[in-house]
C-alpha cells in the first residue's frame, strides 16, 4: 500500500480533495477497504465500520499488520504513555457455497492447478508469475488460473496470448463465498508483490489460502515478514529475488511435494487458525486492553 501511494503521489499532491471535503491535513484517517471479502459482503462491511469507529472514539493507537511494519511507529511509540499493540490481519470462516467456476469444464482439466485470487494491478508485479508459466510449459500437467480485476488484467491476458501460453487461463472475479469452492479444486496459490515493496505486507488472498488448506508459491520483495512465516511454519515455497527461474524451481519442488506431504494442507489450515483468525484477534486486543 506505502508503494502505490508514492507511485500516485504527485496526483495526491496535486489533489484539493481535502478543501471539497472539508478536511484539516493530519487530522483525519484514511483506511482502504478495498477487499472482496470486507467491501462485497454488506455484513463484514458493517463490522469493519463498527469496529473502525469504536476504535476512533475510544483510542488513538495505531493498528499495525505486520511485526515487521513496527518500525515506522518507532518515533511515535516513544512519547509517553503510548503503547503500540501489533495485530495480524484476520478472516472468518466462509460459508459453503460452491463456485462458478468448474476447473474440470475449462482447458486446466487434469492439471495440478496454481491459482491467484484477487487485485491484478501496479502493487502485485504479476509478470514474473506469466514468466514462470512459459518457463513450465512443457508440463502439461500443470495450469495456472487467475481470477479477478485490476489494472494490469487486460495487459495480462493480452501478453499470455502473445506467448502462447496455453497453459494459463483468466477468468472474472467471484464472490468472496465463492472462494472457498475455487480453492478446494486447486493445488497451489500464488501470492505476487511487486519486488519495489519496503514495507512488510501479508496479502489477504494468503490468509483464505491458508483457510483452506492450499500451499503457496510467493514473490515477494526481500525481507518481507511473510517469506519466514511461510518458511517457518513449511506451508510452501517462497522467492524473494524476483527472478523466474528461482520461481520455476521452487514450483516444481512444491509440485513433487504435494503427493508426498500428507500433512501440508493441515499445517496451513492451524496456521490460519492460530494467527488469522477473528478470535485469535479478539483475545489478543482484550489482553492489550487489562494491561
Known amino acids: 500500500m506505502r508503494e502505490v501511494i508514492e507511485h500516485y503521489m504527485p496526483g495526491i499532491d496535486a489533489s484539493?480533495?481535502?478543501?471539497r471535503l472539508g478536511l484539516k491535513e493530519q487530522r483525519y484517517f484514511l483506511v482502504s477497504s478495498h477487499r472482496e471479502e470486507n467491501v462485497d459482503s454488506p455484513e463484514n462491511l458493517q463490522k469493519l465500520f463498527a469496529i473502525l469507529n469504536a476504535l476512533a472514539e475510544r483510542y488513538q493507537e495505531p493498528v499495525v499488520q505486520t511485526q515487521g511494519n513496527e518500525v515506522y511507529f518507532e518515533n511515535w511509540r516513544r512519547r509517553a504513555g503510548r503503547k503500540l499493540e501489533v495485530l495480524q490481519n484476520w478472516l472468518a470462516d466462509a460459508p459453503a457455497a460452491?463456485?462458478?467456476?468448474?476447473i474440470a469444464k475449462t482447458p486446466l482439466t487434469g492439471r495440478k492447478v496454481f491459482v491467484y485470487a484477487g487485485n491484478m494491478g501496479v502493487a502485485q508485479g504479476m509478470g514474473i508469475l506469466l514468466d514462470l508459466a512459459e518457463k513450465l510449459l512443457h508440463r502439461t500437467d500443470v495450469g495456472f488460473l487467475f481470477v479477478g480485476r485490476g489494472s494490469d488484467v487486460k495487459k495480462l491476458a493480452a501478453d499470455a496470448q502473445a506467448r502462447g501460453l496455453n497453459n494459463v487461463l483468466f477468468q472474472d472475479q467471484i464472490h468472496p463465498d465463492e472462494i472457498p469452492g475455487l480453492y478446494a479444486q486447486c493445488q497451489v496459490g500464488l501470492v505476487a508483490l511487486d519486488p519495489r515493496h519496503k514495507s512488510h505486507n501479508i496479502p489477504?488472498?494468503?490468509?483464505?489460502y491458508m483457510q483452506s488448506g492450499l500451499p503457496?508459491?510467493?514473490?515477494?520483495?526481500a525481507g518481507n515478514d511473510l517469506a519466514n512465516i511461510i518458511r517457518d511454519?513449511?506451508?510452501?515455497?517462497?522467492?524473494?529475488?524476483?527472478?523466474?527461474?528461482?520461481l520455476a524451481k521452487l514450483a516444481?519442488?512444491?509440485i513433487d511435494t504435494l503427493g508426498a506431504d500428507a500433512e501440508c494442507r493441515e499445517r496451513c489450515r492451524a496456521l490460519y487458525s492460530r494467527l488469522f483468525a477473528p478470535e485469535t484477534a479478539v483475545r489478543q486486543i482484550v489482553t492489550a486492553l487489562k494491561k
Do not use: H
Not at 489477504?204 to 483464505?208: A, E, Y
Not at 511454519?233 to 528461482?246: F, I, K
Open 252 to 254: 516444481l519442488e512444491l
Open 216 to 221: 503457496v508459491l510467493a514473490n515477494i520483495n
Open 233 to 246: 511454519e513449511n506451508v510452501g515455497r517462497v522467492s524473494e529475488d524476483g527472478n523466474a527461474d528461482t
Open 204 to 208: 489477504g488472498k494468503f490468509l483464505t
Open 16 to 19: 484539493d480533495v481535502l478543501t
Open 98 to 102: 460452491g463456485c462458478s467456476i468448474d
